[in-house]
């Protein structure tokens, strides 16, 4: 059985996986980060997504072994001790989750987004977001959320 | 004690949890020492099981156990009429898609999967039956012979006044044929659970349910064990939307935990969510509507045919609904209903976000926008005309109950969008200019109402507790509220609370609600018919009244105690009884309660693709008092994203029973860039005088004018009106193309 | 789903890993399509090479006049390069159209070319390009047209069980030249297009000199509208030889009857629109880029 080493939320992690394991279930299954969704698992939905390097991916369609040496961040890998991230405290504050299904994975895209571009608009909002599928909310206090997480990150002057 | 908390935005009470990835969703569950579960399910949509043969199956390493009909005690199960076999057996008949003919446990569910595919069946098919209009049809096969000679599972009648005259008095009469999809809930969290023997030996179920309590019945049932043998904990729910009012795992899960006495998980794939479980009822709609000159409704005449697919689920009461809908929030003097359900081979239908009073929306409000356009009328002066007021007769003969909405909510959103009264008559804003030459402008109204609480008769009630603890002072340091409300993700969880700490005079950071597990929380009724603010929130403020009289005794009488418990079982009846149909005439007091909702849609049509994109919604609803209206928002943003969809995107495909659009790849759902650009929610706030703090309803209302409003917009843009869901773009091109 | 996954440190490793195991293995890249195709027992292949930590493969470079795209280059990566968006907007377009952000950070641009599905927005646009594909295999390296790569409904004539491609080549946009991309599809974001169209047109004074149309999916592999781009050569590139261009493509391509993508007679008409806007867009943009 090959061995994934991988720097998951800042800690170096060495799991044995089946080489046709998909990260998605291996977060899930094997090291019991339930926050990562699955939805579609197909590519569709984006309740999976993670960070590969600083870049979304959707994890239930990502073969495991892929993130060999690479640095995953989960929605687990947010904030800090009891303290939510920026875009984790606006969506509270937004009232943006519903059933919170989608939630990790639109968070994670939303990081995504403002660690790339700080200041988007609220089409490079939407446009980043578009990957990741909502039921319940219609995304406006979704996007709301994010645009929120902009200013109180403009304000303290960057990210955490 | 100033703590006012109902009408504030506060925080969702798992809010933090959810942002984290921490809330657990009953996928997210697992047991010690736990197996997995796969269905085998049918290959047909209407065949005779003539064999079957699980030996390979259980033949293969790591397989426990492969479930048939034959290890069912009672092998039938129904939210209303218990016409659903749990496993299809040798001799019996499959009849849709997500008939089940075994369920395989294994060590492993890659083990179940590939046993799965090891069971053999052999079927003789039977004629399959898809639409609804065939299946009425003296000759058609049916679907269940021992249910009578008919595949007709409901017919309703109204009678009110006289027709024939009503439409003698018509200047203008509309005729029109709609029709309205299958739609799949697509909530974004699979049915998924876990089923095991808890240390009290009741067979234990952890799965999303909407309506805990009544699974439990089915299940005890179905297991032929007493009602506290059984037990259903509710964890996160992952959207509902009416999809989890039907157990289509929770039974399963219970099954294998009464056989194998292990846990056992189960979860479906996204495919066998789509194939395999309820959907929107289809609606055929003939409507026929009269008015005079001056703009006044003199008659209706309604046919809805709706397919019921193959078992009954609540098709009767969806029906129900629609028909007693069907003229929408008008006063119509004259009135001809005839409201039909019906079995087939296609998916079960069953509740879904309005119950029935989604579809008539589609065909009542085009009429009314088509008839606005033959009398040249403006379409919100056309409706000012006919809105149903306080004491206005029903279309089912009763006196509308006092908080009627609908005139303020639909005056609020045509205002909000621009639209202007003069002098009497209202004047539709100017669209400004469209982003290309090849696009055309158009807006659209519709409005829509619905019930709020079970109707007709039922009983509506929620049994709430809630528990003090305070200190030597009197000062409540915490409050405990226990309701069987299934938190859905609409809020209902928070929105108790709200209403308790507003009741108790405490800050809401004292509150908190019970996990919905049955052996704790008392029964609420489903977390549907937009009625957990309505009925539960009720129930919970009189509990929390009776716990505060009962604190009060305490320290009086200083018996010293700490700890007060106060219980309230509200009845929807108390306020207001509702009364079945009278079988001849339909005439009726149907609803308890109701809730109202306008939207307006600005849309821009391509006239050489025929694509529709929605520029804004004006979306206002009457929700009596809003106790969150951050909640209030999220409930209109959703509402909207679904009649977008079910307007434009969302096309769930059957062909001769089998499902051709299975996945979220071929089911569209509206993404980010679907949703209209702007949108602009409208609290309306006229109190029922019944509801806690003035509150009515608030999930299903949201949702129902936007499908009519985007029609409208759409033929105001390019002059077609499409009667026939979804608007899609080569719907609109083509009836363009007839046009010119 | 396989049960090997490797990582070849050269092509020439990939090459050999790929003989060696005699047909059962098959080069992955950003397995966007490849892991659904292995669930759904559509892929067979035991073993995976996957070939994104190869060195020398990650490039978007120009040189002599054209540009060069490496096998590991994802869409997100074409469609926000600022040497893609200004010498081949019409690929940066396609290439954004793709999926969602997180499909479009994983698949590459190779691999939807060797998924050979005529839909592909990625490979509309190379055939717009009249772009050239590197194919390494154990006998050496050629350059062959990514039109001939395509031999039916997602069959590519390379095959993933023995050779791979390394990167991909077309001619930047000069003066004179522009593209545009266009599309059709059942909603706005995350789903295949029921109808896409790249067009490229190279204009020399006031008239049209050279002009490129791929349609899909409108034939088992991406349609090239050659008697409609003729058509445009040596006329003015005003409105009506553009509007009769986008007929003539419109009248040669054979979309078929789809449940879901919609009718035949629907698409056939499309064809017309969205070539006429894509030809007109090039047209217009060329103009811009003159008058900058």
Request: proline share 5%; hydrophobic share 40%.
């Amino acid at each position: 059985m090959p061995t994934l080493k991988m720097i998951l939320n800042g800690q170096e992690v060495t799991i044995d996986v089946e080489p046709g394991d998909l990260l998605a279930n291996v977060l899930r299954d094997k090291l019991g980060l339930i926050g990562t969704k699955i939805s579609c698992g197909e590519g569709e939905c984006g309740a999976c997504t993670v960070l590969v390097d600083g870049r979304a991916v959707d994890s239930c369609i990502y073969p495991a072994l892929k993130a060999q040496g690479r640095e995953v961040i989960t929605i687990e890998g947010l904030g800090q001790d009891n303290r939510l991230d920026a875009i984790q405290q606006a969506f509270v504050d937004r009232t943006a989750p519903q059933c919170g299904y989608c939630i990790p994975g639109m968070v994670i895209s939303a990081k995504a987004l403002l660690d790339e571009n700080p200041h988007p608009t609220r089409k490079e909002i939407k446009e980043g977001i578009s990957g990741n599928l909502c039921r319940c909310t219609g995304y406006y206090q979704i996007i709301g959320a994010i645009e929120l997480a902009c200013e109180r990150l403009a304000e303290r002057g960057g990210p955490e | 004690m100033s703590n006012k908390v109902v009408g504030e935005s506060v925080p969702k009470i798992d809010a933090a949890t959810k942002v984290r990835g921490q809330r657990k969703f009953p996928q997210d569950f697992n047991m010690e020492g736990q197996l997995y579960a796969k269905v085998v399910w049918s290959e047909y949509p209407h065949a005779r099981v003539l064999k079957i043969d699980i030996s390979p199956a259980e033949a293969l390493p790591g397989v426990v156990a492969v479930l048939t009909s034959k290890d069912v005690p009672v092998n039938e199960y129904g939210i209303n009429i218990m016409d659903q076999p749990m496993l299809v057996g040798e001799g019996k008949k499959v009849r849709w898609l997500g008939d089940r003919i075994a369920i395989v446990i294994a060590e492993s569910e890659k083990i179940a999967q590939e046993a799965c595919q090891r069971v053999r069946v052999e079927y003789e098919p039977l004629p399959v039956v898809s639409d609804p209009r065939e299946a009425m049809k003296p000759d058609a096969p049916l679907i269940h012979e021992e249910r009578g000679d008919s595949n007709i599972l409901k017919h309703i009648k109204i009678r009110k006044g006289d027709i024939e005259k009503g439409f003698a008095k018509a200047d203008v009469v509309i005729e029109s044929y709609y029709f309205t999809p299958h739609v799949e809930h697509a909530y974004m969290q699979p049915e998924a659970g876990v089923g095991y023997i808890d240390e009290q030996g009741r067979v234990t179920v952890i799965a999303a349910a909407q309506w805990s309590h009544d699974d439990l019945h089915q299940i005890s049932h179905m297991l032929d064990l007493p009602l506290d043998g059984v037990r259903e904990i509710v964890p996160a729910i992952g959207g509902a939307f009416g999809g989890r009012e039907d157990m289509y795992i929770q039974h399963l899960l219970a099954l294998c935990a009464y056989c194998v006495r292990r846990p056992v998980k189960m979860v479906f794939d996204r495919e066998e969510s789509i194939r395999n479980t309820g959907k929107r009822h289809p609606y055929y709609m003939k409507y026929r509507t009269g008015a005079t000159r001056d703009g006044k409704l003199t008659a209706v005449e309604i046919e809805l045919i709706s397919d019921a697919g193959a078992y009954a689920s609540t098709s009767v009461a969806v029906l129900s609904n629609s028909a007693s809908f069907a003229a929408g929030p008008y006063i119509v003097p004259n009135a001809k209903v005839d409201a039909y359900t019906v079995y087939t081979n296609n998916a079960v239908t069953m509740a879904m976000r309005g119950f029935g009073s989604t579809q008539p929306p589609v065909a009542y409000e085009t009429q009314m926008n088509k008839l606005a356009e033959a009398l040249g009328m403006d379409p919100v002066e056309l409706r000012m005309k006919n809105l149903l007021e306080d004491g206005s007769i029903a279309l089912t003969g009763n006196p509308m109950p006092k908080g009627v909405g609908i005139k303020e909510t639909l005056r609020q959103a045509a205002l909000a969008s621009g639209w202007r009264e003069e002098g009497g008559h209202w004047i539709k804003p100017d669209l400004g200019t469209p982003s290309a030459p090849y696009r055309r402008r158009g807006i659209g109204v519709a409005c829509g109402y619905k019930n709020v609480g079970y109707s007709f008769g039922f009983d509506d009630k929620t049994g709430a507790v809630v528990e003090l603890a305070f200190d030597e002072s009197g000062e409540i340091v915490r409050a405990l509220v226990k309701v069987g409300a299934s938190e859905v993700g609409e809020g209902s969880h928070t929105a108790l609370a709200q209403i308790a700490a507003e009741a108790l005079g405490i800050d809401y950071a004292k509150v908190r609600v019970a996990l919905v597990d049955t052996s704790v929380v008392p029964d609420a009724g489903s977390s549907s018919a937009s009625r957990h603010v309505y009925i539960s929130g009720n129930a919970v403020m009189r509990a929390c009244q009776e716990a505060l009289h009962k604190r009060e005794a305490a320290l009086r009488d200083e018996t010293g105690e700490k700890h007060v418990v106060g219980k309230y079982e509200y009845h929807g009846r108390s306020v207001r009884p509702t009364t079945p149909y009278d079988p001849e005439t339909g005439m009726c007091d149907p609803h308890i309660s109701y809730g109202y909702a306008a939207q307006i849609a600005l849309v821009e049509v391509d006239v050489e693709t025929g694509e529709t994109e929605v520029l804004e919604v004006w979306a206002a609803q009457d929700v009596g008092k809003a106790i969150n209206p951050g909640m209030v928002k999220g409930q209109a943003g959703g509402g909207v994203h679904m009649g977008l969809g079910y307007a434009l995107t969302e096309e769930f495909i059957q062909k001769e029973g089998l499902v051709k659009t299975r996945r979220f790849s071929e089911y569209h759902i509206p993404t980010t860039a679907d949703m209209p650009h702007e949108l602009e929610t409208i609290i309306v706030e006229v109190p029922d005088p019944t509801g806690p703090f003035g509150a009515k309803g608030v999930g299903e209302m949201t949702t129902l004018p936007t499908a009519p409003a985007i029609l409208s917009a759409i033929h105001d843009a390019v002059g077609v009106w499409i009667d026939n869901l979804p608007a899609t773009a080569e719907k609109v091109w083509r009836a363009m193309q007839s046009k010119s | 789903m396989w049960d090997e996954y490797l990582f070849p440190a050269s092509v020439e490793e990939a090459l050999e890993m790929l003989e060696a195991h005699g047909g059962e293995a098959r080069i992955i890249a950003g397995g966007t399509d490849l892991v659904l195709q292995s669930q759904r027992g559509q892929c067979t292949a035991r073993v995976m090479i996957d070939i994104t930590r190869i060195p020398g493969l990650d490039h978007i470079e120009e040189r002599d006049g054209l540009i060069y795209i490496g096998a590991q280059v994802t869409h997100s990566q074409v469609a926000t390069s600022p040497l893609i968006r200004s010498r081949a907007g019409v690929l940066a377009e396609a290439c954004g159209s793709v999926g969602g952000p997180q499909i479009r950070n994983v698949g590459t641009l190779v691999g939807n070319v060797v998924n050979a599905l005529p839909a592909a927005d990625g490979a509309i646009a190379l055939f717009a390009l009249d772009a050239e594909a590197e194919v390494a295999e154990r006998a050496g390296r050629r350059w062959t047209p990514v039109a001939a790569l395509y031999a039916g409904v997602g069959l590519c004539t390379v095959d993933p069980c023995a050779a791979m491609i390394t990167q991909l080549r077309f001619r930047a946009l000069g003066e004179g030249e522009a593209g545009a991309f266009e599309r059709l599809a059942k909603r706005r974001a995350l789903v295949l297009p029921i109808l896409n169209t790249a067009a490229v047109v190279r204009l020399q004074g006031d008239k049209v000199e050279r002009a490129r149309i791929a349609i899909g999916p409108v034939a088992p592999t991406p349609f090239v509208a050659t008697e409609a781009a003729e058509a445009l050569v040596g006329q003015p590139p005003d409105e009506a030889f553009v509007a009769e261009a986008a007929k003539l493509a419109a009248q040669a391509a054979q979309p078929r009857d789809s449940l879901l993508r919609g009718s035949a007679e629907y698409r056939k008409a499309m064809v017309e629109v969205l070539v006429r806007r894509a030809l007109w867009r090039a047209v217009l943009q060329e103009g811009e880029d003159a008058n900058s």
